[in-house]
């Protein structure tokens, strides 16, 4: 989990000329308000099934944004278990070449 620079929260606070770099206490609180939220939605709120075990660590960037490093491990019942439970959760997709070139030989 990253924080964004652009999130409202933290752009309507800064002053003129400022970036979000400018200000780790606004960053920081903001961050760590949407971090808590999240692992509502996902340890309270069962968004990837029910949560038995989680951890967290939080680090900070060279430009000073906060990211966190989270581990879910979930109960039985809720473990991934076949392909299409996979397909449920994660897709990729290859980029148009006609409409994003860069993209598509990136990758």
């Not at 999130?7 to 979000?20: D, G, H, M, S, V």
């Not at 808590?36 to 968004?47: A, F, G, I, Y």
């Not at 038995?52 to 430009?63: L, M, N, P």
Request: glycine share 2%.
């Amino acid at each position: 989990f990253t924080c964004n620079p652009k999130w409202p929260e933290i752009t309507r606070e800064l002053l003129p000329n400022q970036t979000a770099a400018d200000r780790p206490d606004l960053t920081a609180r903001v961050f760590n308000m949407k971090l808590r939220e999240m692992m509502k939605d996902l340890c309270e709120r069962h968004w990837l099934g029910e949560v038995a075990a989680y951890i967290y660590v939080i680090e900070f960037q060279k430009r000073g944004l906060p990211h966190a490093h989270i581990l879910l491990i979930l109960s039985t019942e809720s473990k991934i278990r076949s392909i299409e439970e996979y397909d449920s959760f994660v897709s990729a997709e290859i980029p148009d070449y006609e409409l994003n070139p860069s993209a598509y030989e990136t990758v």
